[in-house]
């Protein structure tokens, strides 16, 4: 039995309504505690008007929802209070519920409850917390993808192959003496944990380019004093952001900006011209212009018509990088194979699709896709295992050790499905093979 929790769910600011949630074996009995009315014997779905009283006083005229287990979203007793959207009433009708026996939610209970209860997979309940922090279409809808199940859906035919050569091998091994098991062979392993392994490689492949949807790319303006990277950064975000002058070390602190990009979000930071300075404010800049190119996944070395600063250059080349020229409307003699820009003239398209070709970015598939870092961290993990098991099998080393490798690679399946305590690879086996008949 879950203790009753409670939470404000919508913004924590003045709207025109608040959203207060509870859920608990025991929640009807702590909001009757201070409702108009007494929803003990509830028995369904249902809607009240009433008031929220502390003792004899009224605290705000509401309208309640009661949801009865297990028809609620994290499949216990739960209500929602819907009040009016002042801070202060929202604070103290929780202050009531508080003091009438439930506790404050923790982050992402209700969620972590849904799942416990068995009302969603972890997949399901980690793409709720994905479509919250959405901040472009793509990603969204790829959340809802996940959301609605079809991605556990489409990986269960992967863990049940997986649990398949394991429980086979598992039973050669342990009851060699029945003679209706069918006898693995070393070449039915290799081929099973080949294709099991290409599917797990597909999986992370479409992973890793589905996840810049989700987490976007830290994408720097980098180059020497006024070569137009503030200029640039405007011209991105059709805004005038950033000082722009034609004066050398105009930018001093990191300017930041986002975009959507086909749908990935793009943090842009513009950083202060690099270039050996004695002034002290420019220096720290130039500092910390290089801790930005630390943590980006793409550098723009932004370059005029006086060229390639080879020292400069020097410090990015080993990261992912576009040169990138500007002010072609000063330049006379195009060299092929080279991006030209003008940030002045908001002519920067010819960058925009490099930078969607370098970071591979085109219609987002809406496939079902394993894309967080969890998620692709287990399929890793998996993947590792398989290639170890295969390793193993061809080496001819005892079955025993390819079956702890397969065994390892179906437990980082059910992780994955945040299925692990709740499975156990004997029924699996007994369910497969009715070795007690
Ligand atoms: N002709 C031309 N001038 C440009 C272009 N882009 C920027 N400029 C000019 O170049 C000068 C410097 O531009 P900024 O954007 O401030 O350059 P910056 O690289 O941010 O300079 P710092 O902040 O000092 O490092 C300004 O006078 C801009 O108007 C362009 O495409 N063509
Ligand atoms: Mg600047």
Same mark, same amino acid.
């Given at each position: 039995?879950?203790?009753?929790?409670?939470?404000?769910?919508?913004?924590?600011?003045?709207?025109?309504?608040?959203?207060?949630?509870?859920?608990?074996?025991?929640?009807?009995?702590?909001?009757?505690?201070?409702?108009?009315?007494?929803?003990?014997?509830?028995?369904?779905?249902?809607?009240?008007?009433?008031?929220?009283?502390?003792?004899?006083?009224?605290?705000?005229?509401?309208?309640?929802?009661?949801?009865?287990?297990?028809?609620?979203?994290?499949?216990?007793?739960?209500?929602?209070?819907?009040?009016?959207?002042?801070?202060?009433?929202?604070?103290?009708?929780?202050?009531?519920?508080?003091?009438?026996?439930?506790?404050?939610?923790?982050?992402?209970?209700?969620?972590?409850?849904?799942?416990?209860?068995?009302?969603?997979?972890?997949?399901?309940?980690?793409?709720?917390?994905?479509?919250?922090?959405?901040?472009?279409?793509?990603?969204?809808?790829?959340?809802?993808?996940?959301? %609605?199940?079809?991605?556990? =859906?489409?990986?269960?035919?992967? +863990? $049940?192959?997986?649990?398949? *050569?394991? &429980?086979? #091998? @598992?039973?050669?091994?342990?009851?060699?003496?029945?003679?209706?098991?069918? %006898?693995?062979?070393?070449? =039915?392993?290799?081929?099973?944990? +080949? $294709?099991?392994?290409?599917? *797990?490689? &597909?999986? #992370? @492949?479409?992973?890793?380019?589905?996840?810049?949807?989700?987490?976007?790319?830290?994408?720097?303006?980098?180059?020497?004093?006024?070569?137009? +990277?503030?200029?640039?950064?405007?011209?991105?975000?059709?805004?005038?952001?950033?000082?722009?002058?034609?004066?050398?070390?105009?930018?001093?602190?990191?300017?930041?900006?986002?975009?959507?990009?086909?749908?990935?979000?793009?943090?842009?930071?513009?950083?202060?011209?690099?270039?050996?300075?004695?002034?002290?404010?420019?220096?720290?800049?130039?500092?910390?212009?290089?801790?930005?190119?630390?943590?980006?996944?793409?550098?723009?070395?932004?370059?005029?018509?006086?060229?390639?600063?080879?020292?400069?250059?020097?410090?990015?080349?080993?990261?992912?990088?576009?040169?990138?020229?500007?002010?072609?409307?000063?330049?006379?003699?195009?060299?092929?194979?080279?991006?030209?820009?003008?940030?002045?003239?908001?002519?920067?398209?010819?960058?925009?699709?490099?930078?969607?070709?370098?970071?591979?970015?085109?219609?987002?598939?809406?496939?079902?896709?394993?894309?967080?870092?969890?998620?692709?961290?287990?399929?890793?993990?998996?993947?590792?295992?398989?290639?170890?098991?295969?390793?193993?099998?061809?080496?001819?080393?005892?079955?025993?050790?390819?079956?702890?490798?397969?065994?390892?690679?179906?437990?980082?399946?059910?992780?994955?499905?945040?299925?692990?305590?709740?499975?156990?690879?004997?029924?699996?086996?007994?369910?497969?093979?009715?070795?007690?008949?």
């Amino acid at each position: 039995m879950f203790e009753t929790i409670v939470a404000l769910a919508t913004a924590p600011a003045k709207s025109a309504l608040a959203i207060i949630r509870l859920s608990g074996d025991d929640c009807f009995d702590v909001v009757s505690k201070c409702f108009s009315k007494d929803l003990r014997n509830v028995k369904e779905r249902t809607v009240h008007f009433g008031f929220v009283k502390d003792g004899e006083k009224n605290i705000d005229q509401v309208v309640l929802l009661t949801y009865v287990s297990p028809h609620s979203f994290t499949g216990e007793n739960a209500v929602e209070i819907i009040c009016h959207g002042s801070l202060l009433i929202a604070n103290q009708i929780i202050a009531l519920l508080l003091k009438n026996g439930a506790r404050m939610a923790t982050n992402g209970e209700f969620s972590s409850r849904a799942y416990l209860n068995g009302k969603i997979d972890l997949i399901q309940a980690e793409a709720i917390n994905d479509i919250i922090n959405a901040t472009t279409d793509e990603a969204k809808e790829l959340s809802l993808v996940a959301l %609605e199940g079809k991605t556990s =859906k489409m990986f269960k035919p992967i +863990k $049940e192959k997986i649990a398949e *050569i394991l &429980s086979q #091998i @598992e039973v050669n091994i342990d009851y060699p003496e029945y003679e209706d098991i069918e %006898e693995v062979n070393r070449e =039915k392993v290799e081929t099973t944990c +080949k $294709e099991i392994l290409s599917d *797990i490689n &597909s999986l #992370i @492949e479409q992973g890793e380019k589905d996840r810049v949807y989700r987490e976007g790319l830290n994408v720097a303006i980098v180059g020497k004093p006024n070569v137009g +990277k503030s200029s640039l950064l405007n011209a991105f975000l059709k805004e005038d952001k950033a000082i722009v002058t034609d004066i050398a070390g105009t930018t001093r602190d990191v300017v930041e900006g986002e975009i959507n990009m086909g749908g990935v979000p793009i943090r842009l930071y513009d950083t202060a011209g690099l270039h050996e300075s004695k002034d002290m404010i420019e220096q720290i800049g130039i500092n910390k212009a290089k801790e930005t190119i630390k943590k980006a996944d793409l550098i723009l070395f932004l370059v005029d018509e006086t060229g390639i600063d080879n020292d400069l250059y020097t410090l990015i080349k080993d990261k992912k990088h576009i040169i990138v020229r500007n002010k072609s409307d000063l330049v006379t003699n195009r060299k092929e194979n080279e991006i030209y820009i003008s940030a002045k003239k908001n002519d920067i398209d010819a960058l925009i699709n490099k930078i969607k070709e370098v970071m591979n970015i085109g219609e987002v598939s809406l496939k079902p896709s394993f894309n967080n870092t969890r998620q692709l961290g287990l399929l890793k993990s998996i993947a590792k295992n398989l290639e170890t098991a295969l390793k193993d099998v061809k080496d001819n080393q005892p079955i025993d050790l390819v079956a702890t490798s397969i065994m390892l690679a179906y437990n980082g399946a059910l992780d994955l499905l945040g299925e692990n305590n709740k499975n156990d690879l004997t029924t699996e086996i007994f369910s497969r093979f009715c070795v007690g008949k």
